[in-house]
């Protein structure tokens, strides 16, 4: 079946660290790949995506690369700001399950200035 | 893009009573989805609604406890019914507009149940 795995949280990093947040993912097929945010109170916004092997998805300073070879897709970030303080979701949509959304556990992250 | 507006945003509500959640996309869509994210948990697919048939619903969850509408092709609403202080959580709508390429997101509604 289709499951992603989620790096477990809470994470705490200084502002201007380097942020690493792992997913790996189990699925038959091809599926398309996501990263979405949670900001406090709100719902989820999509973040990144990337649709085949090797796709890199990229927003506001966010980069995840669509690994095949290891089922990955790590979120990373060069440089953290307080504002990212979120809770961060990897997903993925299979076709061969009507192209349905599994979610990971969400990760957590606090920018401290 | 999908605009998708839910309501109500957040509900405090007593046990055994029932609450419906209304979810209002900008444009036609096929599909709708329906959410739950209990505390500090990830989300969990309830059902899902399409136009003139009845909702699927998902391992774990029935009819009786969900009841799910979907009049056309652009309204849903979820009823968490007789809810228990276990139902307290974040209900979120969701559409799916491009082939499983991206799914927009209500800004959900924190239900809390005393």
């Known amino acids: 079946g289709n499951s992603v795995t989620q790096m477990e949280g809470p994470v705490t990093l200084s502002e201007e660290a380097f942020l690493t947040i792992n997913c790996t993912y189990t699925?038959?097929?091809?599926?398309?790949l996501f990263w979405y945010v949670q900001y406090p109170g709100e719902g989820l916004q999509l973040l990144l995506k990337?649709?085949?092997?090797?796709d890199k998805g990229s927003n506001k300073g966010f980069e995840a690369t669509y690994r095949k070879e290891t089922t990955s897709f790590h979120l990373e970030k060069g440089s953290v700001q307080v504002s990212d303080s979120a809770v961060y979701f990897c997903?993925?949509?299979?076709?061969?399950?009507?192209?349905?959304?599994?979610f990971g556990t969400g990760t957590s992250l606090t920018v401290i200035p | 893009s999908a605009v998708i507006s839910q309501k109500p945003s957040r509900d405090i509500c007593q046990r055994g009573t029932s609450l419906t959640i209304q979810c209002q996309v900008d444009?036609?869509?096929?599909?709708m989805f329906w959410y739950r994210q209990q505390p500090g948990q990830s989300l969990t697919l309830i059902a899902t609604?399409?136009?003139?048939?009845?909702?699927?619903?998902e391992s774990g969850f029935v009819i009786d406890k969900f009841p799910i509408s979907r009049p056309n092709l652009t309204f849903s609403t979820l009823t968490v019914s007789n809810m228990s202080p276990e139902d307290s959580s974040i209900y979120l709508c969701?559409?799916?507009?491009?082939?499983?390429?991206?799914?927009?997101f209500g800004q959900g509604t924190r239900l809390t149940v005393v």
């Open positions: 699925a038959t097929g091809y599926p398309s």
């Open positions: 609604a399409n136009q003139g048939s009845e909702a699927t619903y």
């Open positions: 997903a993925l949509s299979a076709r061969n399950t009507g192209n349905q959304f599994y």
């Open positions: 444009s036609q869509v096929t599909m």
């Open positions: 990337a649709t085949k092997a090797d």
């Open positions: 969701s559409v799916d507009r491009q082939g499983g390429t991206e799914a927009f």
